[in-house]
């Protein structure tokens, strides 16, 4: 199955700044997924990025607040935007190989001060 | 659209006791369902899954039935231990490879 490099592991951010998280795979896959975990929270799906197209992103969820790059196959990255202390939630990519596999990142945890 | 409930914990168990937590669905397509467990200051890890009904998957132990008349995937060990102290996530990939997550189950196992 796909490994996924995801980075930072955890940061401490001030309010109004951006973060940018790395997703970095080991091997070429079409779809790449981003959630959010908030505290005590179940996960929740920001966007899906295929390479090639503008991501599509879930009701509550904004392009200008979550902007998304998909450069090539195996790199994506999420940055959150103007973030506030309610941004402060672990944040994980996610792949589909296909046939039913997934993998999770090891997540971001973020949080903002 | 595509969802999953499963059961509100916390669920608190002594060493060796039955586990069973349920999870239902409900899908308009054929979703492929999935068990992920979320241990203390670790990320998601699969647990099992199956992509078809009838199918059972298993690991650990731990099992859960893919039962398409009841729309429902509840995960059951016949034995739980201290270190299955974890948090449980149950989900379903929909028909545009989506992953939709029910809300967990927090497991502490007591000595």
């Known amino acids: 199955s796909a490994v996924i490099s995801q980075k930072p592991s955890r940061d401490i951010c001030q309010r109004g700044t951006s973060l940018t998280i790395q997703c970095q795979v080991d091997s070429q896959v079409t779809m790449m997924f981003w959630y959010r975990q908030q505290p005590g929270q179940s996960l929740t799906l920001i966007a899906t990025a295929n390479q090639g197209s503008e991501a599509t992103y879930e009701s509550g969820f904004v392009i200008d607040k979550f902007p998304i790059s998909r450069p090539n196959l195996t790199f994506s990255t999420l940055t959150v935007s103007n973030m506030s202390p309610e941004d402060s939630s672990i944040y994980l990519c996610?792949?589909?190989?296909?046939?039913?596999?997934?993998?999770f990142g090891s997540g971001t945890r973020l949080t903002v001060v | 659209g595509d969802s999953v409930t499963q059961m509100e914990g916390p669920v608190t168990l002594s060493e060796e006791a039955f586990l069973t937590i349920n999870c239902t669905y409900t899908?308009?397509?054929?979703?492929?369902l999935f068990w992920y467990v979320q241990y203390p200051g670790e990320g998601l890890q699969l647990l099992l899954k199956?992509?078809?009904?009838?199918d059972k998957g298993s690991n650990k132990g731990f099992e859960a039935t893919y039962r398409k008349e009841t729309t429902s995937f509840h995960l059951e060990k016949g034995s739980v231990q201290v270190s299955d102290s974890a948090v449980y996530f149950c989900a379903l990939s929909d028909s545009n490879n989506d992953m939709r997550f029910g809300a967990g189950t927090r497991l502490t196992v007591k000595p």
């Open positions: 899908a308009t397509g054929y979703p492929s």
């Open positions: 996610s792949v589909s190989p296909g046939q039913g596999r997934y993998t």
């Open positions: 199956a992509t078809k009904a009838d």
